[in-house]
C-alpha cells in the first residue's frame, strides 16, 4: 500500500515564527502536493511538484514556499506563520500524469497563536 | 475552468436508508471525476473514480457513482447507511495538468 507521512498531527506555533511541514511517501511517485483544509471550503491547492527540485504554485500560494531536494520528500514552508494560516494541512502523491488518484496523508493541524 | 459543486453541505440519514450526496462539475474536457471520503482526524480515502467506460463506477464500502454528461452530475450513493460512513465526503474533479479540484465537502450524518 501507497503510504504517505507527514512529520507531525498537531503543531502548535507562535505568529512570526518559521515553521517546516514535511511529507514523505514511499512509493516513488513523482508528483506531490499540498493543500490545507478549511471548513466549508474544500481542500485548496498550495504548491504542487511535479519532479525533483520543481515546484509549481496551486491556487494559494501567498505566505508559502516548498523544498523538494528528494523525490519522496516534499516540504512546506511558512516563512512567517501568521494566525490567518491556522488550518488542516494535508499532503498528497501521485505518479505520472494519468488519471491515477492521489494518496492523501493524515494531515497536520497547524494551529498559529 | 473546471469547477465542482456539491449541493448540500451536511447531509443527515437514518440507519438503512439510501444515501445520496450530490455532486456537479464543470469542465471543458472529457473530465476524470473522483470521491474521496475523509473520517475524523485522517486524511482523505479514494472511494472510486470515473475514467472513461462505464458511467456507473462502484467503489469501496458499497457506494456507487454514476456519470451523467448530460447532468454534468456524479452522484454517489449507497442504498443503506451504516453508522460507519458517518464522515466527510469530497468530489473532485482532474484538470489537464493533473491537478485536483475540489468541492467543499459534504457531511454525512448517520442516526441510528
Known sequence: ?113 | AQSVTQLGSHVSVSEGALVLLRCNYSSSVPPYLFWYVQYPNQGLQLLLKYTTGATLVKGINGFEAEFKKSETSFHLTKPSAHMSDAAEYFCAVKVPTGKLIFGQGTTLQVKP
Open chain 1, 1 to 113: 500500500d501507497v503510504k504517505v507521512t507527514q512529520s507531525s498531527r498537531y503543531l502548535v506555533k507562535r505568529t512570526g515564527e518559521k515553521v517546516f511541514l514535511e511529507c514523505v511517501q514511499d512509493m516513488d511517485h513523482e508528483n506531490m502536493f499540498w493543500y490545507r483544509q478549511d471548513p466549508g471550503l474544500g481542500l485548496r491547492l498550495i504548491y504542487f511538484s511535479y519532479d525533483v527540485k520543481m515546484k509549481e504554485k496551486g491556487d494559494i500560494p501567498e505566505g508559502y514556499s516548498v523544498s523538494r531536494e528528494k523525490k519522496e520528500r516534499f516540504s512546506l514552508i511558512l516563512e512567517s506563520a501568521s494566525t490567518n494560516q491556522t488550518s488542516m494541512y494535508l499532503c498528497a502523491s501521485s505518479s505520472g500524469f494519468s488519471y491515477n488518484e492521489q494518496f492523501f496523508g493524515p494531515g497536520t493541524r497547524l494551529t498559529v497563536l
